[in-house]
């Protein structure tokens, strides 16, 4: 009997621990876990490319979701689209010969209402629009080109922005806007100048260090043309005698006019030793810059073993021939 009620403590107890840790941790739902931001934008497609001539007259449309979970006010315009310094850092304001275009584009309708979708009764893990409302939205936007526009590459983005009313304070008191763009690249036909140059090339042979140690390479590509220049990078490394590759990077990069970009590729899970074949490519328009070297790669710890082995080795060597010179003149006496 008292058995029995020792057990039924025992598991009192424990229920009550578990009852109690839910009570204070909270048990994460998947509703909590999958909880949307009140405004969230979506853009389809998020790039387009197309090409106009002076004079031209072009008709296009983008598509605009609310993913959020809230109703929310937007509007679009457009913006110059450039780029900062070798790393590429997006610029929205600056006005260059390439982002004119952002002059040429208009809106049948500059601000638009959407709906929040909600979860679907029957299927939890799906949103749906409700029913007599809109949660998506087509754009359109027209671009008159002007005769005379200049020749080679255009970049304009056009944005679609939540406004200041729906948004939502962050702890510092400021409103945190959901904006989202779509990528619009033009080519304009006539006198380009297509001028490439790889200026910067850089693929060590040999990594000696206490840090952790890892393979990279480095380029840097400069277009002084007026048209958009398409840069691919291939970086493959092969164990030194031979066999498949053990790692590989391609990525193809658009490189902008009057513009400089660098690209850096990392081999992040290099080995602490060993020795490599490595090639590093890069082609650019009909620049082509190809390079295959061996590099070792060794810990400084294991070099400054090595040259501790080696010194150790040429004294003993030297000592043992001056005691050999040392015996052999004792004996001609």
Partial sequence: MKKHRILSFISAFVLGIVILSGAIFGPVSAEEDTKKPAVWLQVSPTSTSITLKPGDKYDGEFEVSNIGS??????????????????????????????????????????????????????????????????????????????????????????????????????SGIKAISRVGMRLSARVPGETNENVEIIDYDLPTIYISFDGLKITATSKIQNSGNV??????????????????????????????????????????????????????????????????????????????????????????TLKVKKRRQLHSKMQL
């Fill in 70 to 171: 809230e109703d929310f006010v937007f509007k679009v315009y457009a913006s110059p689209f450039s780029v900062v310094g070798e790393n590429y850092d997006h610029d929205y304001v600056s006005e260059k010969n390439y982002n004119q275009i952002h002059r040429w584009v208009s809106f049948d309708k500059t601000e638009f209402t959407l709906s929040a979708e909600v979860k679907n009764s029957k299927t939890p893990e799906k949103y749906e629009c409700p029913k007599d409302k809109i949660c998506k939205v087509k754009v359109t936007y027209h671009i008159n080109v002007p005769e005379d526009v200049p020749s080679g590459s255009q970049h304009a983005v056009l944005f679609a922005e939540s406004s200041d009313n729906d948004a939502e304070p962050s702890g």
């Fill in 228 to 317: 958009d220049a398409e840069a691919k990078y291939h970086f493959v490394v092969h164990p030194f005698f031979g066999g498949d590759p053990i790692f590989q990077s391609d990525k193809t990069n658009l490189i902008y006019p009057d513009s400089e970009f660098r690209h850096n590729v990392i081999w992040e899970n290099t080995p602490l030793l060993g020795l490599f074949s490595v090639t590093y490519s890069i082609t650019a328009n009909s620049v082509v810059k190809d390079e295959t070297r061996i590099i070792l790669v060794m810990p400084a710890w294991l070099l400054i073993i090595i040259i501790g082995l080696l010194t150790f080795l040429a004294i003993w060597i």
